[in-house]
């Protein structure tokens, strides 16, 4: 069973170490679009795709981003008592408070899918004048939500052998 668990630890890490740093990068891809809109008002006509595509990268950017984040432990934490709780003791709760955002996640998710369907099966598109269809981007939303909840699986499974004095 262990070898099992350290093997999808192992998996979503590096999985999303990937996608993670591919993520990076779209901030860039972000401040192109936003320098592109910035000059076009400024010297040509405006054009019309660049908020809601700027807007899309950072959904991007954010939601395939956050597990990565959740691994690297770079999440902010409100450090009141934590900080001079013992090892074991920070562990257990860390695995406690995973817990709700596994639950969280998952309903986040249900939610998420419901929408890329109902997105999908209509065609839905976005009130703006550009009008872009929101299925891709819900894809993406849906994507990193499951990603953040396997990241958030394997986090409690390291906080619960951390919490029996083990390391996996």
Known sequence: MRSSIRAFVR????FNRRVGRFAMYLIFAMLA???YSSISKTFFTPSIWTLESAQ????????LGGAYS????AHVRMDLAYGRWSP??????DAITVLMLIFYLVMLLI??????????????TSYSAWSPYMAPIKIVMCFGIAL?????????????YA???ETL
């Open 88 to 93: 074991r003791t920070r562990a257990v709760v």
């Open 111 to 124: 939610g998420g899918i419901s929408s890329t369907e109902y997105a999908i099966e209509y065609k839905e």
């Open 148 to 160: 953040m909840l396997l990241q958030a699986i394997a986090t409690f499974f390291k906080d619960v």
């Open 163 to 165: 919490a029996r004095g």
């Open 70 to 73: 959740m691994q690297l432990d």
């Open 11 to 14: 998996g979503v890490d590096a």
């Open 33 to 35: 679009v936003l320098l």
């Open 56 to 63: 899309f990268l950072m959904v991007a950017y954010f939601l």
